[in-house]
Structure formats: C-alpha cells, structure tokens
C-alpha cells in the first residue's frame, strides 16, 4: 500500500506531502491544476523516463518519494532480497531529476542506489496506473493470460507448469548434448587412446618426479666421483704408453739400488723410494677397493635419465603435477566411457525427454481444461459488468487457443506457462464480431471496459494499489454512478487512488485531497490538501455547478455524500 508522497521542486509544485490510508481516495481538481503532476510524480517513482524539464524554474533538481507498506508475504519483498535491498516492513523509493541537461539523477530503494530498470521490476508488483492515455496493459494479449489465471485461481498449476517447462528445456538440451558431444567425441577418441595407453604405460607415481630428481641428482654426483677415481687410479698404474707412477717409482728404487751398491751413502735413498714405491701400491690397491664397493652403474644412470625426461614431459603436457596428470588419466578414461557407453547414455537422456514431455503435457492440459471453464465463466462476468456499467449489447470473450510458439511437446506447442495464448476479444454492439480490443475499442469503452475486468477480478489480484486516471471519463447519468460503484467494488479488496471528475466518484471517497493552482509571489504554483466534511461538499458541489456552486449544487453534493456513507454502510 502506498502511504505517502512527496513532491519537491516538480513542474508547478513547490513542495507537497500526502498521506493515504487505505481503500478510496479520490483526488479532484479544476482542469490544469496540476493532478497530471501527481500522476507524472508517481509514474517517474515506478521507473518512468524523466527530463529537465519537469523539474521547477529556478531550482536545481526535483525530489520525489514514495513510502509502501510491505506486508510480510509481499512478493516484492523476495525481489528486494533477490537484488540484495533491505526487504523490510517499508519500501521507501526517492528519486531526483537534475535540472541541468545530460546531468545525472538519482535513485534509491531503502537507501541504497537503484536504477529506473529495478523500479519498474519492482513497480510491477506495487501499482498498476490506468489511465484512458495508459490502456496499454488492457490492449496487450500479453497481459491476458495473466487476466485469466489470476479468475481462474490456478497459480499453483502456474509454478508446476513453469517447473516442468523449464524441465522440459533442460532434459532438451542434455539430449542435445550428449548427441553432440558425442561427435565431437568421436573425433578425438583415437588420440584419447593413444594418451591413455601412454600415461598407463608410464604408470607415474605420486611424488616420482622429486624422487627421480633426487636419485639422479645423487647418482650424477657418483658418476663424476667415479671418473676422479678412474683418473687417479691411472695416473698410478700407467698405461701401455706410458708408465704410471708405481712403475716409475719402482725403477727409480731400482737405479737407487744399483747407485749405492757405488756409494753406500745412496742407500737410504734407495730405502726412501721403496718406501714411496710401496705407498703407492697402497694407494693403488685402496683406490680399487673404493671403486669396487661403489653403486655406480652407467646404464641405470641412462635409465633414470630417460625416466625423468618422459615424467617431466607428461607432467608438463598433463597439469603440472603428478596429482593432475592421474586426474587428467581418470577424465580421458571417462571420456572414453561416454563414447563406448553412448549408446546408453543416449537412452537416458532420450527417457528423460520423454519423461520431461509427458509431465509438461499433462500439467499444460491441465491449465487448458482451467482456463477453458473459468473463459466462459469469466466472459460472461466482465459482460455482465458492462452491461451494468451502462454498456447493454457490448460483449467480451476471453479466447483460448493454443500458442503459437513454444516447445513441440505431445503434438502442440508448450511454453513456460503452459499451451494456450489468451486474447480478450470485444463487440461493442449486439451483433458485431469480436475482435481484438485494440483494433475495436474506442478510449470510453476502454476505461469502463478496464473498470469491468477490474470489478471481476477485485477479490483475486494481489496488487495492493491502482492508480485511476479518470477512467471515469465520457459517463454521465446513471452510468457514471455505476462506474463509481464499481469503483468502490475494487477499493474494498485494495487501496485505490482515483483522479476524478465525476461527482458521484468523488462522493464515493473514504479520502479526498483537492489539487489547486494559484498565484504565489508573482508565480504560479500547484498544491494539494486533504478536504474535510464541509470542504468535501464544496468541491463536489464546484464538479456538479461550477467554479460557483449554488445551493442546489451544494445540496445535491450532501446527498451524494450521504447516500455514498448509507451504500457502504
């Protein structure tokens, strides 16, 4: 329910704040005091598009606010917590307009920044304007369907339909998937072979290419260990060309040896060389102990080397790890499953298909059935309603047929909201032919059309608040006190803002707020206030005798008032 607004520094108003209450609230007005204001106020706060020019010369900018009651089941609150808003008791939406062209406004919702688009997702579920310049929503077929079910009471069988399409398109696109991504399966199993058979063959273990790097590192220490070995060991035994040091040292001993059997005194040289001679040999010999104790084996050193290089490049063609290659292992392998089990997995997803068919088939049928008995029902109440709105002969059907577009399913086409397309069709005359609303009706048969469809379906729409723009408009007599009957049929289930011109609507209000423009200051400004009973009076006895009402005028306009209080009583 709408609670208040507030107007700042919009078009000819200066600042106007308004308190509404629930049910009839009627607001009347000379022609161009500025109620299309209010109405424009209301329309920006529910996303309209907005321009520089509705904001007041001489200020910068216009304010506009609006405060709704939320009650605790109101959808708009899931979509407040869908877009991540406060979702609590209140909604409060303030939007500005720059005056300044190409300038910026702002909007928010519970105090944190929105955009026009969320107000209109959420103005949905908030208020509905109708005025004879806004019949769109009327004129659309697209908003029929909606008409229908909300008479009909099916919006469980509405949810289920829309599950069970949205199954329906899903078991669709995993039977298409499974078709295509066997192609395209098929295409490369050969090479997903040849991977797997490598990687099986490879056998890789957790942590192999650290160990290997390890090992290799070790064994490659080992091997240049081994070649200094090799190197001294051959230093010391010599070659066929050349004599190592032993040999050396040995002849050496054995010249010292021949030299002091001359000179004794080269005796103990001789002794020193045998000395050195035998040092060698020990060296020699520790030298090839030491050599043979070693693990050093030059083909397992290759072996290794050529591990390493083919765990290296698996890795590195396969994740980067020893863990992503086994995953890597694992999801081939399953691909490879897919293809030799297409034939399976295509079964499956062929029965769900059908299983998906048949339940959105069923559901849809049962909706058409619905909407089939509650069209009937429902064309003879809106006809019904215009007749005594003072349209005897007019006639509406509510046409069912099946839709156009949707999904092929158990030979019709099934869409999110089941099988049908609804249009709401119109004969103004007894013996004319119904034809669409927008192509038929004139601007006055819309709006007491408008007003039928919403006296029918009072009880049944959950919006808590519509917003007439003199859909009174072209009635007079006994008409225009239908009209204002049924007005007052629609404010009993919801909060009904009503711009009027007509007396007998005006009567009919529990509210009455009276739009007026006057000279203030050397410029023209627009107000709005709430009337009490004796003002009430004098401005329907202004709508039934003019700008000066006498007391005929004042006196019809207390019977009005009085007969509307003994009505509702």
């Not at 004879?132 to 229908?148: C, F, I, N, S």
């Not at 021949?258 to 001789?270: K, V």
């Not at 397309?421 to 006055?444: C, K």
Request: a negative charge; charged letters at 30%; proline letters at 3%.
């Amino acid at each position: 329910m709408l609670r208040s607004l507030a107007i700042r520094d919009f078009v000819l108003i200066p600042g106007i704040e308004l308190t509404f209450g629930a049910g009839l609230t009627v607001i009347t007005g000379e022609t161009g005091a500025g109620k299309s204001a209010l109405l424009e106020a209301v329309r920006l706060l529910l996303g309209g598009r907005a321009e520089p020019d509705l904001v007041r010369a001489g200020a910068a900018r216009a304010e506009l606010e609006a405060l709704f009651d939320l009650p605790a089941d109101h959808p708009v609150r899931g979509l407040l917590a869908e877009r991540d808003y406060p979702a609590d008791d209140e909604l409060l939406v303030r939007r500005t307009i720059p005056s300044r062209p190409g300038a910026r406004g702002q909007i928010t919702v519970n105090g944190r920044l929105a955009t026009a688009a969320i107000l209109r997702e959420l103005a949905a579920g908030l208020v509905a304007v109708s005025s004879q310049h806004e019949q769109r929503t009327l004129t659309d077929p697209a908003t029929h369907l909606d008409l229908l079910d909300a008479f009909a009471g099916c919006g469980a069988t509405r949810s289920t339909m829309l599950q069970r399409h949205r199954a329906l398109a899903a078991a669709r696109a995993g039977l298409a998937d499974v078709v295509g991504e066997h192609g395209r399966r098929l295409e490369r199993a050969d090479w997903l072979r040849e991977r797997v058979r490598e990687l099986e063959r490879a056998a890789l273990r957790p942590g192999e290419l650290a160990e290997l790097e390890a090992d290799l590192a070790a064994r490659k220490a080992g091997a240049r260990l081994a070649g200094t070995l090799e190197r001294a060991a051959a230093e010391l035994a010599g070659t066929d060309d050349e004599p190592g040091a032993a040999v050396r040292l040995a002849r050496a001993e054995a010249a010292l040896c021949e030299a002091a059997a001359i000179d004794a005194r080269l005796g103990r040289l001789a002794g020193e060389a045998a000395e050195a001679r035998a040092v060698a040999d020990d060296v020699a010999a520790g030298l090839a102990a030491y050599r043979d104790r070693m693990d050093f084996d030059p083909a397992r050193l290759e072996a290794l080397e050529d591990r390493l290089h083919l765990v290296r490049r698996l890795v590195r063609a396969h994740g980067g790890t020893e863990e992503a290659v086994r995953e890597r292992l694992d999801g081939m392998r399953a691909e490879l499953d897919l293809v030799d089990r297409h034939d399976d997995h295509l079964a499956r997803a062929e029965a769900a298909v059908r299983r998906a068919e048949e339940e959105a088939v069923a559901t849809a049928r049962e909706l058409t059935a619905v909407r089939s008995r509650a069209a009937r029902k429902l064309s003879r109440e809106i006809t019904a309603a215009l007749e005594w709105l003072g349209m005897a002969g007019a006639s509406v059907e509510a046409d069912v047929r099946p839709l156009a577009d949707g999904i092929d399913a158990g030979g019709r086409k099934v869409g999110p909201l089941g099988a049908d397309a609804v249009e709401l069709l119109f004969a103004p005359n007894p013996g004319e032919g119904r034809r669409a609303l927008e192509r038929i009706a004139s601007g006055g048969e819309l709006s007491r059309l408008l007003l039928a469809v919403k006296r029918v379906l009072a009880d049944r729409e959950p919006l808590a608040t519509y917003l007439f723009d003199e859909v009174d408009a072209g009635v007079s007599g006994e008409a225009a006190r239908r009209v204002a009957a049924a007005i007052r049929d629609v404010a009993r289930h919801h909060q009904v803002l009503c711009v009027t011109h007509l007396p007998a609507v005006a009567a009919q209000g529990e509210a009455h707020f009276e739009v007026e423009k006057r000279e203030e200051d050397g410029r023209t400004v627009t107000s709005a206030r709430a009337l009490g009973a004796a003002e009430r009076v004098e401005a329907i006895a202004r709508l039934l005798g003019g700008a000066e009402p006498g007391p005929k005028a004042r006196a019809a306009a207390a019977e009005l008032l009085r007969r509307a209080v003994a009505e509702e009583a």
